[in-house]
């Protein structure tokens, strides 16, 4: 099963994001972005792919390790930014640093249990918002964003995630994700 280890802000805060994303869209040429979905806006801590589920154990005893010598903390949606002009994201302002020593935690604890992370990047607090096919510039974008500054919330949970990848051929259709697990941090 495909997964990735994610923290998820509560619904108020997405909210918020999902108001100051509605004007950014209605900037030219944003129908021809791919937007994510919402519902399913959450911070990658850790991306583990394909995981065989012999492995699930082991792995969900080590996240939740790692989950409980973290404690909660604060953070807030904050900004916006992009990766050249592939993708548009919101980032995070706040206790970033936890949230940081979390996704090193999480990878450590993903390697530990058989499962090859990815290391070649260093984590980047981001919520992914869109993404772009190529030909659009992603910079007015990301500009519309740098003054939101959505309201403080805790972190209080990690999550295990499946991603279930469009299969249909659907023009359109998303990944539809799923909590696997999840437990309290510091807990």
């Keep these: 099963m ?3 280890v994610a923290v998820v802000p509560p619904p108020p805060a997405l909210s918020q994001l999902g108001s100051a994303v509605a004007e ?8 021809r972005l791919r ?19 012999a492995v699930l154990p082991d792995l969900a005893e080590r996240l939740g390790r790692a989950a409980r010598r973290h404690p909660a903390h604060e953070l807030r949606l904050a900004g916006g930014g992009r990766f050249g002009d592939r993708v548009l994201w919101a980032g995070a302002d706040g206790d970033v640093a936890t949230l940081r020593a979390l996704a090193r935690s999480t990878g450590a604890a993903a390697r530990r249990a058989g499962v090859p ?7 980047h607090a981001h919520l992914t918002l869109a993404r772009a096919g190529g030909g659009i510039a992603l910079r007015p974008f990301a500009e519309a964003l740098t003054g939101f500054r959505g309201s403080p919330w805790t972190a209080e949970r990690l999550e295990l995630v499946r991603s279930r990848l469009p299969g249909s051929g659907v023009p359109g259709e998303r990944p539809r994700y799923e909590t696997v697990r999840s437990w309290e941090l510091g807990g």
């Design 2 to 4: 495909r997964l990735f």
């Design 117 to 123: 992370v990815d290391e070649s990047r260093p984590f």
């Design 35 to 53: 937007w994510a979905d919402p519902a399913t806006w959450h911070f990658t801590l850790a991306f583990l792919g394909e995981v065989d589920e």
């Design 24 to 31: 950014v869209r209605s900037l030219p040429d944003s129908g």
